[in-house]
């Protein structure tokens, strides 16, 4: 992927130097879905970065003012042309709107260079700063579904079962949206 950039942001490929700042965010994810993306140490970030570096599916986000790294995106493509996608942000930079930012850039992106038809992301039910973030987006709420997924088990062993919700926006609901 080419850099994207937008007023404050760059959106980029991984690099060896965003390792630290991914590992400030994933040492102790705020969201359940990335608990499995818990980052021990520095060298499991180091690792993480290599991987996601060699990932057409990873984008780091960083401030274009001094390249620190702040958050993530992906972009899976499943199909021809339907990407899920999902984001992950430092919590020392929200309330800024960069988190919308990237996504709208993002988004411009799928649609208009990568031909994406329709874009989708699942959000759990507690999780409210993406449910808004989706929404901020244009995207529509298609579904939930009761619990669907687990990310963490309980004392005993037992999965605990969240509730997820399904967003979606095609590109023709883009385009009205951004009068093209």
């Known amino acids: 992927m ?24 994933l040492q102790e994810p705020a969201v359940s879905c990335f608990f499995s993306m ?17 990932s ?12 620190e790294m702040i958050g ?10 339907t990407y899920a996608l999902g984001w992950n942000f430092n919590k020392a930079f929200s309330g800024a709107g960069y988190a919308t930012e990237a996504a709208r850039a993002l988004f411009a992106h799928l649609f208009t260079t ?19 973030l989706c929404e901020r987006l244009g995207m529509r709420r298609e ?20 509730n997820t919700m399904q967003y979606a926006i095609l590109r023709k609901e883009w385009e009205s949206r951004a009068g093209l």
């Open 2 to 25: 080419q850099p994207i950039e937008t007023d404050r942001l760059i959106l980029r490929r991984f690099e060896k130097r965003d390792a630290p700042s991914l590992f400030a965010y």
């Open 38 to 54: 818990r980052l021990a140490d520095l060298a499991a970030a180091e690792d993480e970065v290599k991987r996601r570096a060699e």
């Open 56 to 67: 057409d599916s990873d984008v780091a986000v960083c401030l274009r003012d001094t390249g």
């Open 72 to 81: 993530d995106l992906f972009a899976v493509l499943e199909g021809d042309d």
């Open 114 to 132: 990568k031909g994406a038809r329709r874009l989708y992301a699942y959000v759990e039910d507690t999780n409210y700063p993406s449910q808004h």
């Open 143 to 162: 579904g939930l579904f009761i619990e669907y997924v687990s990310f963490m088990k309980d004392e005993a062993g037992n999965p605990i079962l969240e």
